[in-house]
């Protein structure tokens, strides 16, 4: 089988596919693009950068792109630079895998003046995303404060309570963005709230995640006010000569904002305390509540890590398009960002439907049908080898890599890169 194919989205359910689809048809050619000058999506900027071992899976997609067949076009976004329409002319089939974005929003009163970050903006930030909202944020705002409120109970609201407890030297062998994370004053920390809005035994963070947060010393967990023993076991000796200032995590169930108030430089939050009777913790419905009552807590910041909703039309009209006209994976189609595993899962079935869709469809151009209409500063797999190796060059010794903040360091490097490689007009 033969066959030209787009991919929108260099993430793992783009990456998951093209593989899945060289297996299925190893003649087929695949343009995976992405708007960012790097690959790999979330794994980059997203999976948490003490936790490399999950990040590991970018070397399965590099080989990706070593092999022939299959090429990398970044720095170029789908319905900006180059329209879906004109991507649907040069391919036979186009995929759609541009993830879920956005951080699912607090459908509370907030007040302007308070401190709420996305959990998801917050570790793109410390993941070094040019492109994080907190960047410009936290430059005006300062660093987290010494009480933080936390509001989700899935995973990736126990990476930030993790990232957020832990000391300097915890990140070693990691690739965090130094300033980034220096520039929050995380050690200035003293009391994270966790709310979490359903019961105990909905929580959806799995529970290595949980004893992982439990472990880190100098960490005090609080659940509904016992403290928990895991952590004393495993974490903060209290009372017998501690690593540093304590942190106290309190994890309280049944409790949601109500409110977010600002007054004199803090954060009120106020909470109701509810047991919930239905509907799932991370699916945003509220389900029926019973036995209301009011909390309040006063805090510097506040995190809501309620998972992923898909952009505006506006932020990026492609994860608008037509479903019936594209082949869609991962969160762009589901809804939910998924995991690695699901994503995997879901890309095999996109590349089956990809391989069926071209027995009907082959003949386009494919990218060189359209390599004329690419931004000139479109990067290739190569230019972002180089910049791999820059970052790698650069970090200091016990820590992986140092990623570039800004897409103009990025493309300097990539301009150097070039400049280095073009052959000689002598020669
Ligand atoms: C904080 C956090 C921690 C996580 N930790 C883990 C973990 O430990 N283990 C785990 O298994 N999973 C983890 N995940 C989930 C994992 O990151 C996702 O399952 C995965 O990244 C989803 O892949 P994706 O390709 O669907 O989306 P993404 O990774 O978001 O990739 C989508 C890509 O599409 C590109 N794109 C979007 N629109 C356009 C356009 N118009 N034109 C061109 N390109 C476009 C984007 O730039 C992006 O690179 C975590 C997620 C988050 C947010």
């Known amino acids: 089988m033969t066959g030209e194919v787009a991919i929108i989205g260099c993430g793992p359910s783009g990456c998951y596919t093209a593989l899945a689809l060289r297996r299925l048809a190893p003649e087929v050619k695949i343009t ?92 793109r930030f410390l993941n070094g995303d040019p492109d994080s909202h907190v960047r410009s944020l936290a430059g005006s705002h300062g660093p987290l404060g010494t009480d933080l409120l936390l509001v989700g109970a899935g995973n990736v609201a126990m990476d930030v309570a993790r990232l957020l407890c832990k000391t300097e030297e915890a990140f070693a062998g990691s690739d965090i963005d130094d300033e980034a994370w220096l520039s929050l004053a995380t050690p200035d920390l003293r009391r994270l709230t966790l709310l979490a809005r359903g019961p105990r035994e909905r929580a959806c963070w799995d529970a290595s995640m949980f004893t992982e947060l439990c472990r880190l010393p100098g960490v005090v967990i609080t659940v509904d006010g016992e403290v928990e023993e895991r952590s004393l076991s495993g974490g ?63 805090v510097d910041t506040v995190v809501t890590a309620m998972g992923f909703v898909r952009p ?26 998924g995991n690695l595993a699901e994503n995997r899962t879901l890309a095999k079935i996109a590349a089956e439907e990809v391989a069926d869709r071209l027995k009907r469809s082959s003949g386009r151009p494919g990218l060189e049908g359209i390599r004329d209409l690419l931004p000139p500063d ?35 490097v990539v301009e150097s890169h070039r400049g ?3 052959p000689s007009p002598t020669t």
Do not use: C
């Open 32 to 123: 995976v693009f992405d708007g960012r000058l790097t690959p790999y999506g979330l794994v980059r900027y997203g999976v948490a950068s003490d936790h490399q071992g999950t990040k590991g899976v970018s070397r399965q997609f590099d080989r990706l792109f070593d092999s022939d067949g299959v090429e990398f076009v970044g720095n170029t976004v789908i319905g900006r630079d180059i329209s879906l329409k004109t991507l649907e002319q040069a391919f036979d089939v186009v995929v759609i895998a541009t993830g879920l974005s956005e951080d699912r929003p607090l459908q509370v009163p907030i007040d302007p003046e308070a401190r709420v970050y996305g959990a998801g903006q917050l570790l």
């Open 236 to 298: 903060a000796e209290v009372g017998a000569s501690p690593v540093r200032d304590v942190i106290h995590v309190d994890i309280h169930f049944n409790e949601s904002p109500a409110a977010i108030e600002y007054a004199g430089g803090r954060t009120l939050v106020r909470a109701r305390r509810t047991r919930a009777t239905s509907g799932s913790e991370d699916s945003g419905k509220p389900g029926e509540w019973a036995g209301a009552g009011e909390e309040a807590y006063v």
């Open 312 to 337: 505006t039309v506006e932020q990026n009209p492609v994860a608008h398009a037509d479903p019936e006209r594209q082949v869609w994976v991962g969160g762009a189609h589901s809804g939910a960002l």
């Open 378 to 412: 479109a990067v290739s797999f190569k230019d972002w080898e180089a910049i791999d190796r820059a970052e790698i060059a650069r970090a200091r010794s016990d820590r992986l890599r140092w990623k570039f903040t800004t897409r103009e360091e990025m493309a300097d």
């Open 420 to 422: 280095a490689t073009a």
